[in-house]
């Protein structure tokens, strides 16, 4: 069994949609973050949640430590944030990665 | 204050060859992150290193792949012997804490 599930894989938006992509995991953690990578490979990490909610421009983070659920959510989604999101939950000692939702946003 | 930078961004290594992985932590950082990423995979934790020390190195395999981060100078992610299999992009991360990390852009390997 996966420590991490991502939903959906793959997944493919008109632009100004709202998305949803959601994280379960079953390790304990002290922080999650969620992560960006792009075609070319680079990474980014977009949130580091420890309880609650972040907001960063139309990025929004959720996390419930007691169901062990997050959630990205993005607003009126752009060709821009077409890239993959990772979900990677850490330990404190490492970091557990879902396999991505990869995201497509056409114009 | 510069990003994680990792050398080379690409390497070429023939089967039994060595390939050394650099990774500089941004200023102030003690904690450094090595994963790999096989392709059509997901990012896989190696190893966990905090200055002269190996914190936890559960991700490693066994044989040929060794880290250290030593008191001057960055991180270096050795193979030994490489194989087609460690084809693969290496990412490190450095931390000023053991929470947030930020990533380096990549060292892309392949193995002829």
């Known amino acids: 069994k996966n420590e991490v599930e991502q939903s959906p894989q793959n997944l493919t938006a008109q632009e100004g949609e709202f998305i949803t992509i959601n994280c379960s995991y079953s390790?304990?953690?002290?922080?999650l973050h969620w992560l960006q990578q792009h075609p070319g490979g680079g990474i980014v990490s977009l949130f580091m949640?420890?309880?609650g909610k972040k907001k960063h421009g139309r990025l929004i983070a959720t996390i419930n430590i007691q169901e062990k659920h997050s959630s990205l959510h993005i607003t009126a989604s752009h060709p821009r944030d077409s890239a993959v999101y990772i979900c990677a939950p850490y330990t404190g000692n490492q970091f557990y990665f879902g396999t991505g939702t990869s995201l497509t946003v056409i114009p | 204050n510069a990003g994680v930078m990792q050398n080379p961004r690409h390497l070429v290594r023939r089967r039994g060859q060595e390939a050394r992985l650099r990774c500089s932590p941004m200023?102030?950082?003690?904690?450094v992150y090595w994963y790999r990423q096989l392709p059509e995979e997901g990012l896989k934790f190696m190893v966990y290193?905090?200055?002269?020390?190996?914190?936890?190195e559960s991700g490693m395999p066994k044989e040929r792949f060794s880290a250290e981060f030593p008191k001057e100078g960055p991180s270096i992610l050795r193979i030994q012997q490489v194989v087609r299999g460690d084809s693969a992009a290496y990412f490190c991360a450095s931390s000023p804490s053991t929470r947030e990390q930020y990533f380096g852009p990549g060292t892309r390997l392949t193995v002829t």
């Open positions: 949640l420890s309880s």
């Open positions: 390790v304990g953690i002290s922080a």
């Open positions: 200023k102030g950082h003690s904690h």
């Open positions: 290193l905090q200055k002269e020390n190996i914190i936890d």
